[in-house]
């Protein structure tokens, strides 16, 4: 059974920087197989797509709100997929998600619905 763990998530202030990390076990094969992306969700606000890093972590999505704040990364050897954060703003508090897909392709690694292993999430608070 796949297991996702998210961790890094805190509290700091507007401006500052946090690295998410998740890692994934019990997986079932080698973890480059898998396409990873984080989500985060904010209070009162939708699930959004943060970003995604396709298998051999040539090819990635940002989405237009973090672009050029964020960025994602993977070590393959460690099972680990990682969000740096920069120049972090109170609108990026929210629960952020970690989540793998062993059937996405490039033109649907945005999809959510390929994503059907998920972490419990890990909390990032903003304060302004």
């Known amino acids: 059974q796949v297991h996702i763990v998210e961790s890094g998530g805190g509290l700091v202030q507007a401006g500052a920087s946090l690295r998410l990390s998740c890692t994934a076990s019990g997986i079932g094969q080698p973890f480059n197989n898998y396409v990873m992306a984080w989500f985060r969700q904010g209070p009162g606000k939708e699930q959004e797509l943060v970003a995604t890093?396709?298998?051999?972590?040539?090819?990635?999505y940002y989405a237009d709100s973090v672009k050029g704040r964020f960025t994602i990364s993977r070590e393959n050897l460690r099972s680990t997929v990682y969000l740096q954060m920069n120049n972090l703003k109170p609108e990026d508090t929210a629960v952020y998600y970690c989540a793998a897909s062993g059937t996405a392709i490039l033109s649907t690694m945005t999809t959510r619905e390929v994503y059907k292993h998920w972490g419990q999430g890990t909390q990032v608070t903003i304060s302004s």
């Open positions: 890093i396709f298998r051999g972590g040539t090819s990635k």
